[in-house]
């Protein structure tokens, strides 16, 4: 297939720079995702198939369906051409991509690639499991947030997959009781669904804590980490806002990825779980209840609080981690006593899973005594980095609170542990957090004049310019690089 990009990029930058990593803020206040749009070759045209991408809202220049040409099985589409996977899961890949040096746009981007399955078959065009993802791909074009995932572009087609199955054959009357069977070559219709998004992770956050758990005091991902409380209240705080009200419903440390600068986002809006199944899931998966709060389990109404208490359950580890245990030390501490409790037994007969899995909301009745254990373990003499991570304990007990009601509400939380910024000098306070906070805007109104803003200088709140974002690339080199070490076991949503 012949590469015919007619991209348009109306900027002056130059190639390089427009491959070169950026901070999602300036991503976003310079709107480089528009830069991008979708050739159209082998465009679907048909109505048949445009009909629900318009009910939908979805612009078609972002938005492309292809005309079923039976592209190779989970592959990118053209002008995309694959760095690397960064992971996969079930029915879902997510790539590391950019374009040609031919093409116009070059920012390397996360391509996620999700296989639908309707009752096994590919969903016609008119179908509800296609018109509810494309809703929610909708939805997440609109959400524009330094913390949050951004929406550039996305696809959908019917690929061939080649498969060999095994087919019982007509058993002969001599051995009645051995099947026979004889393998047989499919080509199986699959539809996809694929979702370009900014910026592709160096990894998620529960593999960045395995880094910083064996990592000394000084290191650079350890720093960041005590600021990812704030960033990530934030993020939530965004979409849990009177004008966007969308609840994320699974909050995990896959699901939030590190960025080429050190910064955390959310990511993973339900859409591969949604899309996957063919129906609306109301909450986690039953492989994703660990930081699912009671009320999950229990399938009782939920509200924005069932993010709060997921959320306090990854600060949970963070905080663990930044006290110096790996995240199992949690695990193994509240699980203690727990197995013999009428709450676990209850919670095992209710068909919802086994009780082997550990789930946070089945050993809440330990989780003061093991906050107690936390700041025992930790002595406050060592210094204001174990001071100020004891102090939000509290906080995170709050937010993993059994009743809903009793938890904080997401735009609480930012204040509540705004001091970890200021616990070492760099990367220091989140520019972007501090002025959504004062203004109530994470990012301009209006696209400004390069990039006025570049997120969290090593220097604090605002550093200026190439500079600021040279010095950062430098540590995300670094990151990299310790990184590196971890390849191959990322797992990213
Ligand atoms: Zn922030």
Redesign the pocket.
């Known amino acids: 297939m012949p590469s015919t990009v007619s991209t348009s990029f109306e900027s002056s930058e130059s190639q390089s720079s427009q491959s070169a990593p950026i901070p999602l803020h300036d991503f976003l206040s310079t709107h480089d995702d528009q830069h991008f749009v979708w050739d159209d070759a082998d465009r679907e045209t048909s109505p048949e198939w445009l009909t629900a991408v318009d009910a939908a809202g979805l612009n078609a220049k972002k938005h492309k369906v292809f005309n079923h040409g039976g592209k190779a099985y989970l592959t990118p589409p053209d002008p995309f051409v694959q760095i690397k996977e960064l992971g996969d899961s079930g029915s879902t890949i997510v790539y590391k991509v950019t374009a040609p040096e031919t093409s116009a746009y070059r920012r390397a981007l996360a391509l996620k690639v999700i296989v639908c399955k309707e009752s096994s078959r590919p969903p016609g065009p008119d179908s509800k499991a296609r018109s509810d993802a494309l809703k929610e791909v909708k939805t997440m074009s609109e959400l524009r947030h330094?913390?949050i995932v951004a929406y550039v572009a996305s696809f959908e087609d019917c690929c061939i997959q080649p498969r060999e199955i095994r087919q019982r054959a007509p058993r002969p009357r001599q051995r009645p009781h051995n099947m026979v069977a004889f393998r047989v070559n499919q080509r199986i219709k699959k539809h996809i669904l694929g979702i370009a998004m900014y910026p592709p992770a160096q990894c998620n956050l529960r593999v960045f804590m395995e880094e910083v758990c064996q990592a000394p005091e000084d290191v650079w991902e350890r720093q960041h980490l005590y600021?990812y409380f704030?960033?990530l209240s934030?993020?939530v705080a965004y979409l849990h806002r009177q004008s966007i009200q969308i609840r994320h419903k699974d909050i995990k440390p896959d699901n939030i990825v590190i960025d080429e600068f050190g910064?955390?986002v959310l990511t993973d809006f339900g859409l591969s779980r949604h899309f996957e199944t063919g129906k609306a899931s109301e909450g986690p998966t039953p492989k994703t209840l660990k930081y699912a709060g009671p009320e999950a389990i229990y399938e009782a109404p939920r509200d924005h609080h069932s993010d709060i208490f997921s959320l306090g359950c990854v600060f949970l580890e963070m905080a663990t981690v930044l006290l110096g245990h790996p995240t199992e030390f949690a695990e193994e501490q509240l699980s203690i006593n727990t197995l013999d409790s009428a709450d676990a037994r209850s919670i095992s007969s209710s068909g919802t899973g086994t009780n082997t899995e550990f789930k946070y909301c089945d050993v809440l009745r330990n989780l003061d005594a093991y906050l107690d254990i936390l700041t025992l373990l930790a002595h406050p003499a060592l210094g204001a980095s174990v001071k100020g991570v004891l102090a939000v304990l509290p906080h995170i007990r709050r937010m993993m609170d059994p009743v809903q009601t009793r938890r904080p509400d997401a735009d609480q939380l930012y204040p509540l542990f705004r001091h970890l910024y200021d616990i070492h000098d760099k990367p220091g306070p989140?520019?972007?957090?501090?002025e959504?906070r004062r203004t109530g805007n994470?990012l301009p109104s209006r696209s400004g004049n390069g990039s006025p803003t570049l997120?969290?200088g090593v220097d604090g709140v605002g550093s200026n310019g190439s500079q600021g974002l040279a010095r950062r690339s430098t540590a995300a080199s670094t990151m990299s690089t310790a990184m590196s070490m971890v390849a191959g076991r990322n797992s990213l949503s």
Not at 430 to 434: A, D, G, P, T, V
């Open positions: 330094p913390h600021t704030g960033c934030q993020a910064l955390p989140c520019f972007n957090c501090e959504e994470a997120s969290r």
